[in-house]
C-alpha cells in the first residue's frame, strides 16, 4: 500500500509504500514521527468511520464496510481524530496557505489551515492500528472510565486508544476467562528466550502483573525495555495483533541492550514473514537496521522490506528518501557520533 503526506509539518511531499516491514532512520526533530502519527490518524480514522464511530482491537466484530461518503459530519470526525494524534495543534502541522493531504491507499484526507475539507474512504485495508511508543500505559489501572475511549476514537490519541485495546483484555478475560493464541514458532521461540515470564491482570489490583514461575511482580519494578517486550508478548497472545493489523513502533530499540536490539528485530521480521501485518518501525539504532536487513534477507522476505532515510533539508524542512536498495546513507548519519568522537579524541592529543 502507498501511503503519501503533502505539506505537513517538515515535509512538503513524502511517500512511502507499506510493505512487511517498512523501517524510518533519521536524526532526532527529523519528523519520522510526524510520519507515524498522520499515517496512524488515517488508517484510524478509516476504520472507525467505516464501522460506525467504533475503533477497537477486537477483530471479532469486524465486517467488511462500503466506502464512507465525505460528508461534513464526517470530516469533523476525522479533523478530531488527527487533532487528537497531534496534541490539539493540528493547524502548526498543516500548512498555513497550500492545502494538506494524507492519503493512505485509496483514502485520501485534505486539510486547509487545521480544518479538513475533504475525506473520502475506500473499503479499509486494515482492521485494526496500534502505535507503540511508551509502555508504561499498561501500568494504569483498567477501570470503567476507559471503555468510552473505544466507542469515541475520534476523540482520543493512540496511548489512549492503547489502553481501550488493554481495558477490552480486561473485560473479555473476566467474561469468558483467559484464552491465549499459539504464536507462529519464531516469533514464540524469540519471545521465549527474552522473557522468563508474561504480563497477566490481577483482578484483586485491577492491575496488570508480571508473572514469572511462582512470582508476581509489580510493573514499576520492571525495566521499561522488559516491559516493553512484555506488553507486545500480551498483544500478540491476546490476539489484538494479527495478519490484518497495521503496527506502528516508534523507537523499538528504546531501553534495549545491543544483543536484544538484534531479538527485536528478529521478532518483527518473523511476525513479518508469517502474517500479512504490516509493520512501521521508526529507529535511530544502526543494530536494528541492520538485523532487519540481514533477518529479512536470511528469512526470504527482503522484496516486502523497506527502508528510507528521514534527511533534514532546511529550516523546518525534510525529505523522505527510500533507500532500499542502498541504505549506506542510514549507515554513513548513525556512524557521524563516532567521527565526532574520534574529532574530539584528535583535538585532545593535539594539547
Known sequence: MTCTITNIARFASAELTLGGLTVLSGTNGSGMTTIAKAL????????????????????????????????????????????????GQLANFTHPERMSHVLCGASRFTFSEGVCTSCR???????????????SVIEAQCVEEDDAVASRPFFSDHRQDLMAVLYGIVQKEKREGTEDLVL???????????????????????????????????????????????????????????????????????????????????????????????????TK?????????????????????????????GVFESSLQDVSDDISPIYEELAEPYRMLDSVYGSASDL
Open 40 to 87: 496512524y490518524a488515517a488508517v484510524k480514522s478509516e476504520i472507525a468511520l467505516s464501522h460506525d464511530g467504533r475503533f477497537s482491537g477486537d477483530r471479532s466484530h469486524i465486517i467488511t464496510p462500503p466506502c464512507v461518503e465525505d460528508s461534513p459530519a464526517n470530516r469533523r470526525l476525522a479533523e478530531r481524530a488527527f487533532s487528537a494524534e497531534f496534541g
Open 121 to 135: 474512504i475506500s473499503e479499509p485495508t486494515f482492521q485494526n492500528v496500534i502505535f507503540l511508543d511508551d509502555a
Open 184 to 282: 507462529e514458532e519464531t516469533p514464540a521461540t524469540v519471545l521465549e528466550g527474552l522473557l522468563g515470564g508474561r504480563l497477566a491482570y490481577c483482578i484483586e489490583k485491577e492491575r496488570f502483573v508480571y508473572r514469572e514461575a511462582a512470582r508476581e511482580q509489580a510493573l514499576c519494578t520492571m525495566g521499561s525495555g522488559n516491559k516493553a517486550l512484555a506488553l507486545l508478548e500480551l498483544l500478540l497472545r491476546r490476539g489484538c495483533i494479527h495478519g490484518s493489523t497495521f503496527l506502528i513502533i516508534d523507537e523499538p530499540e528504546a531501553h534495549l541492550h545491543p544483543q536484544w536490539q538484534i531479538q527485536m528485530a528478529h521478532l518483527l521480521v518473523s511476525l513479518a514473514e508469517h502474517t500479512p501485518v504490516k509493520i512501521l518501525i521508526n
Open 285 to 313: 539504532s544502526p543494530y536494528i537496521v541492520e538485523a532487519v536487513r540481514v533477518y529479512s534477507e536470511v528469512l526470504g522476505i527482503a522484496d516486502t522490506a523497506r527502508f528510507y532515510h528521514v534527511v533534514e533539508t
